[in-house]
């Protein structure tokens, strides 16, 4: 067989925008004089090693409305993995599979959809095919609501959850004003160790709202008398005080201020539950005033019904330039985005070297942050509004949206 | 002055709906020839109390799309309280101040809309103005989430609730299906006393989604042994197990199975928080499988991103109707909702005596619970199936919705 094949898979925590950079990968296959078959294999690179694929290339010929409905689909079609393969130098056995598998089916460039981890993958397998001198290119498509990959102006899935946040603040600001008693409500966002998230809260803010009242971020410490002062202060101007906070604040001593679920995944990240609690009970305590706390949990990640249009084009773009790059020789390498402008808004796309990549996060710069350490700068604004603009034309059947059909996970 | 003018006022907690609620009683007077003015009262009763009004016909006047924009915003224009009115025999100094009000302003006809606790504040004072001869018809109209008003098909506020639920149940799932390992993900809607609402989840399934794989209402006793054996065994023929769980579940002897935040509001209801989290700490420590809990919380009560046409639609029709009741002479009433066929759907609005609703609340028919308890019957499908259908059209700018400026009652 002289065809020649790409694969394609997603890794680490879902999106609504990462079906979008799937899409975006199989139509620029499907637009390619070069290649013939995209493969997606089943739980990131679990299904090379499992043997698990799928023939996208087939399931878009099935229903031309499929590719529109996969890029606006949430959470992974081809499934995820938290799978953190070995140094080679200590095993390479996996390596060995992977890359037989590729000479099976004729891979010619292999694309994987993730985020810091992810391309921890990324660079292993780039390492790896250039030890034994494999033509085969490995491209890294950029993936995070957290927005703390490095070398790209933002990231794929980051510009929709900032939308479901903002959204979700100005409603939930809505629903505080309505009583006429002093009290306090913090929302805690995701956001382990990057505020980005967490700031773009601050675009609920308009001409009638001026919540949230406080953002706190764990790129600076958190002192818990400073943010009760906070709060005591602005409860003498205002009835409803709405705290915004990230799941990742920290003390000056680099502590969580929760970290009830002590838990480790694969990859070592603690698993972080309760800062938003955690205030709440501190409130309650110490200023003995209406309190409540919103965690506002995966529905951030997932609520596909509220992506930003800016974010999924975006997401489409960076898969088909992925395709294109490989088809010039690209390899060991992540697809980014460049801000040309902000007023009006432009991106272009381009790449950079995975190496300065990998296991690196870029959090949000200090002086995007006031000084006070409880709100964010007009920079902060001006960078993340151009990111939620933009609705997705949803299709309703009987009341839901209408989502792909992943019986291929789901019936496992 | 000749005129003659309504009032209206919101009490309660927050919907999507009641703002349409508010908007059709204002579109009922706007089209009405025999009145004139309608004010609203801030805050519930108590801005009668403290003579704080809006002229909502004043307001609606300044800009066409006004009164399209109340319709669709969420939680309460007018502000809300949680007062009740005492018995006017042990003391009618607020009964004397609120009529006193009326007569003031030419009040032919008072509109409180709002849940169970509201419609007795219109029981009283309805019960209050015969006592005392006055003329002012008192008319209620329906709202909760909860579904659980009697005389009523269904309530304003809950078809949007329940497609939110449905909606975040399909993406929630989405979501959880990506990792091929097993897991339990429970969900906590809310729900004190009926599980409508709760219910709502199994609309989610369909073609290739098959959960919430199990559903606990408040209406049966909750085993947790039982939970325990049905989550096990679902775990043997699936890998990911999504369980809806009602935040009013209680065991046999009707205690809670959760209620580690038991403060008690103004109208004696038990504040409950947590009964997914000790689902999931149960199934932690009994079957060692992954496992977490989402509560919805807040969002599913304000998401007006995501209401639902057929309730907006209804609630704005009851609004007008009663104005035009009150017209007719109609008082001591809530009007109300009564579903004339399923397929097609159709209903028809009327209204129902107060002292037959208020302080009454409406469970689940037993026969629409599955024998097992851990799931719905296909009569509770076919019932709430039309209430989530169609969807607004929101405007939305620079990425976020448009709704009402309520600095009114935001920059207190």
């Not at 995944?265 to 309760?274: A, E, I, K, R």
């Not at 110490?286 to 509220?306: P, T, Y």
Request: proline residues 4%; charged residues 20%.
């Amino acid at each position: 067989m002289n065809q020649k094949n790409c694969m394609v898979a997603q890794s680490g925590g879902p999106t609504v925008a990462i079906n979008a950079s799937l899409a975006g990968v199989i139509a620029g296959v499907a637009g390619s004089s070069v290649y013939h078959t995209i493969y997606g294999s089943l739980n990131g690179i679990t299904g090379i090693l499992n043997n698990d694929f799928i023939n996208l290339t087939e399931l878009m010929e099935k229903d031309a409305d499929n590719l529109t409905r996969l890029a606006q689909t949430p959470a992974m079609y081809l499934g995820s993995c938290r799978y953190k393969l070995p140094n080679y130098l200590d095993d390479d056995s996996p390596y060995v599979f992977i890359f037989k598998q590729f000479a099976d089916y004729n891979i010619e460039a292999f694309f994987y959809i993730g985020g810091n981890d992810s391309m921890d993958t990324v660079l292993k397998l780039s390492e790896y095919g250039k030890h034994i001198g494999s033509p085969v290119r490995i491209i890294g498509i950029p993936k995070t609501i957290d927005n703390d990959l490095c070398e790209t102006d933002h990231t794929p899935g980051f510009g929709s959850a900032a939308k479901y946040i903002a959204s979700s603040l100005l409603e939930i600001a809505h629903d505080t004003f309505i009583y006429a008693v002093k009290s306090v409500t913090i929302v805690e966002i995701m956001g382990r160790d990057a505020g980005w998230l967490t700031a773009a809260s601050a675009l609920a803010r308009n001409s009638y709202n001026t919540a949230p009242h406080l953002i706190y971020l764990p790129e600076v410490p958190f002192d818990s008398e400073d943010f009760l002062l906070d709060v005591k202060r602005l409860l003498f101007e205002r009835n409803n005080v709405i705290v915004a906070v990230s799941e990742g604040i920290r003390d000056a001593s680099g502590n969580y201020i929760s970290a009830s679920e002590q838990s480790v995944d694969t990859f070592g990240h603690s698993q972080l539950s309760g800062a938003g609690k955690t205030l709440e009970f501190l409130v309650k305590e110490k200023l003995g005033v209406k309190v409540r706390s919103v965690e506002i949990n995966v529905l951030q990640r997932c609520a596909a019904h509220l992506a930003s249009k800016t974010d999924l084009d975006e997401s489409f773009a960076l898969g088909k330039k992925a395709v294109a790059l490989s088809e010039e020789g690209v390899t060991a390498s992540m697809v980014t985005l460049e801000r040309v402008s902000n007023n009006p808004y432009e991106v272009s796309y381009g790449y950079a070297e995975i190496k300065h990549i990998a296991n690196e996060a870029r959090s949000i710069p200090l002086d995007w942050i006031s000084p006070s350490r409880n709100d964010i700068e007009q920079p902060l604004i001006d960078y993340l509004a151009p990111l939620i603009v933009g609705e997705m034309p949803i299709t309703y059947q009987n009341g839901l949206p209408v989502y792909m059909d992943v019986s291929h996970l789901s019936k496992h």
